[in-house]
DNA sequence: TTTATAAACGTAAATTTAACGTTTATAAAT
DNA sequence: ATTTATAAACGTTAAATTTACGTTTATAAA
């Protein structure tokens, strides 16, 4: 099959295409931004970290496939997955001619099926502790993670990393280690809760404090009202 | 060939590849933004408009089809020219399971080769008088100025849209167009200035008024060493 | 009763944004 | 020669937001 539009000579031959997915989550306990991973068991790469990914399907989407795959190495689905890049470079894989569609998503750690990501070799590592990774993975970590900060500055994603009840410096440690800088925790509570987005509960999590820190929610409804009037929050 | 790594059966099963261009340009004289187009030849859809596409070559990567076609038919290189998102939906070629990854770009009229465009029967469209388009090619265009109006917001990319030299009316009149919506042009006129990367000429476009508008030129350099500074600008 | 500490609350200066009005240069009309 | 029309260029001020801090509170443990 010849492309009789582009007028030098053009060849339609199928390609590989796969999928790879950069899942984050956090950690609450310490306080980390961490990837999931896990170690390759075939070959190329065998016995190397990687990014968790698949090919696509003959009668799959990309995104259908990268769902899939999140679905079986956490057991959740309903989750924030969004593309991030597709990388194609000719010599990224050393065996076949493969394109990689890139994907990152949001997890709440304590929802997930632990034990899965035994079951597949897989593990969670801190963003500044990723070892090394086959081909251009750690690209892809390091593209995910600046995706997520231009995200998060414009969009209340961060809670999807954290449990449905959750506390402003849970909240407040969370974006610090998505900007990965400090930030004065001031300006930032006055500044989330002037979105009018978080519900302030009678609970308390007293685990870090003798004070105790309230227990808040994230108002998803009134937040999805806003979108679609167009409403414009910066949170950083 | 099995991908052991998942547990579900999968199979590793080359897809067609392609790429689109959505091809920006702003036409000075109208003041228009406009999208470049051309009339498929041959099936499926011939006679259909569509955005610049071909398959990506066994050898070749992504962007480098991307710029091909860009060249064949504008005759320029060195062009903007970024990665907007992967398309895959199953269904969204009729004949064959085909991928697009869709790229955005953005060139001087000017300086395109219109017997180009002329041969490749395509033609340049304002965005908001596009015909109706082949498969998902619309949702493209659409994405397209969806990702031109966020890069615009925070980087400098609207001098690759204009001559070398142009008038801050010029610009100003671009900047509506690609936001689509009326800009105070007292502000706009500030706060461009403000931020050092235009550099001021004695010689001035009397086309469009009597009193004459004063040339200026991006100061492309001062924008890199900027950027290496992790400077941060706000355009709108 | 005191102490230590995370959590919560508060304020004021500096900066930026938004919304306007005014002046200037010049060709064309009178 | 003078007036007129008009795009281009310049200027001002109030409101809103951001930044950079200091202070108070609740509670378990000493």
Redesign the pocket.
């Given at each position: 099959m010849i492309d009789e539009n582009i007028s030098t000579y053009v060849v339609a031959e199928p390609i590989l295409v796969a999928v790879d997915n950069v899942i984050f989550g956090f950690d609450v306990e310490e306080e980390k931004l961490k990837v999931l991973l896990f170690k390759r068991k075939i070959e190329p790469f065998a016995g190397h970290w990687s990014l968790i990914g698949s090919f696509v399907q003959p009668h799959e989407s990309a995104v259908a496939a990268s769902s899939r795959i999140l679905t079986e190495f956490t057991g959740l689905d309903d989750v924030f997955l969004e593309q991030l890049h597709c990388y194609s470079s000719v010599e990224r894989d050393p065996e076949d001619r493969v394109i990689s569609i890139a994907y990152y998503s949001l997890i709440q750690l304590g929802n997930h099926r632990k034990e899965l990501v035994e079951k597949h070799h897989a593990g969670w590592f801190a963003i500044d502790e990723i070892p090394g990774l086959v081909v251009d993975h750690k690209q892809m970590v390091g593209d995910a993670l600046s995706k997520l900060q231009e995200k998060a500055r414009r969009r209340p994603v961060g809670f999807n990393l954290l449990p449905s009840k959750f506390?402003?410096?849970?909240l407040?440690k969370l974006y610090q280690e998505i900007y990965r800088q400090p930030i004065?925790?001031?300006?930032f509570?006055?500044?989330i809760?002037?979105t009018g987005l978080l519900t302030k509960l009678e609970t308390?999590?007293?685990?870090?404090?003798?004070?105790?820190?309230?227990h808040y929610q994230f108002n998803k409804a009134k937040y999805l009202k806003f979108e679609t009037e167009g409403y414009d929050i910066?949170f950083?």
């Open positions: 506390t402003l410096p849970q407040f004065d925790d001031r300006n509570r006055k500044k809760l002037a308390k999590d007293k685990t870090s404090s003798k004070k105790g820190a309230f910066v950083h």
